[in-house]
């Protein structure tokens, strides 16, 4: 006799509804706050990585589609409690006009959506992906504020110790750099937190893609922090030194942008240096210990 299966529909297509639901709730409450977040791209230069940092995430999980597709769908309730906390954020930030509650619950959002619809190996295979999103997000103001005020101070002064020491004459006065032909003001915009936040965002992306040891990373993320610094003041010093000498024939803001680029250039090779060395290193005890383990 014929046996009638009544076994339940494939998970997959209960994964698709749930993607496509959750997909248009997305668009519904975020298109304007992505709308909001392209602007301040497009008008701030301290945020303008921001149109690269979503694409990254995607190539990101794209890079990790075999890993993913291995892996079985299991929903996780946990993700409920994620998804909580999302409403909270999104309903502080909507209602009291916090626009930092309103963007960070983006992330809560998609971490929720993933661990509730796919479970918890496929939400940990996604973290970083959803995580490096905060890159580019704006840094909030009393932060942002209290930040660059200091870093302003610091570089204008590091940079004239440097400059005083090449025996150039110049004074400086708070973050003014008097030059016997020229003054430098050093605005907030070159306090060095683009930098800052580009090259920590690269540093962990490189610490990603190249290292293994969560300690190594972190390691990694850490010495991003002095070599963005040093960028600028090397960058303000530069500027100085060309200004003063080539004032007539140059303009500060072009040696500005090509200052700019040499030091991320710079800092990039740094960070890639870094890796090599903690992978060399890594290797080397490698082979220490299979020695010693014969």
Same mark, same amino acid.
């Given at each position: 006799?014929?046996?009638?299966?009544?076994?339940?529909?494939?998970?997959?297509?209960?994964?698709?509804?749930?993607?496509?639901?959750?997909?248009?709730?997305?668009?519904?409450?975020?298109?304007?706050?992505?709308?909001?977040?392209?602007?301040?791209?497009?008008?701030?230069?301290?945020?303008?990585?921001?149109?690269?940092?979503?694409?990254?995430?995607?190539?990101?999980?794209?890079?990790?589609?075999?890993?993913?597709?291995?892996?079985?769908?299991?929903p996780d309730s946990l993700g409920l409690v994620l998804l909580s906390l999302w409403a909270l954020l999104y309903l502080a930030g909507t209602g009291a006009e916090i626009?930092?509650?309103?963007?960070?619950?983006?992330?809560?959002?998609?971490?929720?959506?993933?661990?509730?619809?796919?479970?918890?190996?496929?939400?940990?295979?996604?973290?970083?992906?959803?995580?490096?999103?905060?890159?580019?997000?704006?840094?909030?103001?009393?932060?942002?504020?209290?930040?660059?005020?200091?870093?302003?101070?610091?570089?204008?002064?590091?940079?004239?110790?440097? +400059?005083? !020491? /090449?025996? #150039? *004459? $110049?004074?400086?006065? &708070? @973050?003014?750099?008097?030059?016997?032909?020229?003054?430098?003001?050093?605005?907030?915009a070159c306090s060095g937190m683009r930098s800052l936040i580009s090259i920590m965002a690269l540093a962990l992306l490189m610490g990603y893609i190249f290292l293994s040891?969560?300690?190594?990373?972190?390691? +990694?993320? !850490? /010495?991003? #922090? *002095? $070599?963005?610094?040093? &960028? @600028?003041?090397?960058?303000?010093?530069?500027?100085?030194?060309?200004?003063?000498?080539?004032?007539?024939?140059?303009?500060?803001?072009?040696?500005?942008?090509?200052?700019?680029?040499?030091?991320?250039?710079?800092s990039f090779v740094c960070l890639l240096s870094l890796c090599l060395i903690i992978l060399w290193i890594e290797r080397k005890r490698m082979q220490y210990l299979s020695?010693?383990?014969?």
């Amino acid at each position: 006799m014929a046996q009638v299966s009544c076994s339940r529909p494939p998970r997959s297509k209960e994964f698709a509804l749930y993607f496509l639901i959750f997909s248009a709730l997305f668009i519904l409450l975020y298109h304007q706050t992505i709308r909001e977040l392209i602007t301040v791209w497009s008008r701030e230069e301290d945020y303008g990585h921001g149109f690269l940092i979503f694409p990254i995430s995607l190539y990101l999980v794209w890079h990790k589609r075999g890993s993913l597709f291995d892996k079985p769908a299991r929903p996780d309730s946990l993700g409920l409690v994620l998804l909580s906390l999302w409403a909270l954020l999104y309903l502080a930030g909507t209602g009291a006009e916090i626009s930092t509650f309103e963007n960070s619950s983006i992330v809560v959002f998609l971490l929720g959506v993933i661990l509730f619809i796919a479970g918890r190996d496929i939400a940990k295979t996604l973290l970083f992906p959803v995580l490096f999103l905060i890159f580019m997000l704006p840094v909030p103001s009393e932060v942002y504020t209290s930040l660059t005020n200091p870093l302003v101070l610091l570089t204008t002064t590091c940079s004239v110790h440097i +400059l005083q !020491l /090449f025996e #150039v *004459p $110049v004074l400086q006065e &708070g @973050n003014l750099i008097n030059l016997p032909n020229c003054s430098m003001e050093i605005i907030l915009a070159c306090s060095g937190m683009r930098s800052l936040i580009s090259i920590m965002a690269l540093a962990l992306l490189m610490g990603y893609i190249f290292l293994s040891s969560n300690v190594e990373r972190l390691v +990694l993320l !850490l /010495f991003s #922090v *002095p $070599v963005s610094l040093l &960028g @600028n003041i090397f960058r303000i010093t530069a500027t100085g030194f060309c200004t003063y000498y080539f004032s007539s024939y140059i303009s500060q803001s072009r040696l500005h942008a090509i200052a700019g680029l040499s030091i991320f250039a710079v800092s990039f090779v740094c960070l890639l240096s870094l890796c090599l060395i903690i992978l060399w290193i890594e290797r080397k005890r490698m082979q220490y210990l299979s020695w010693f383990l014969r």
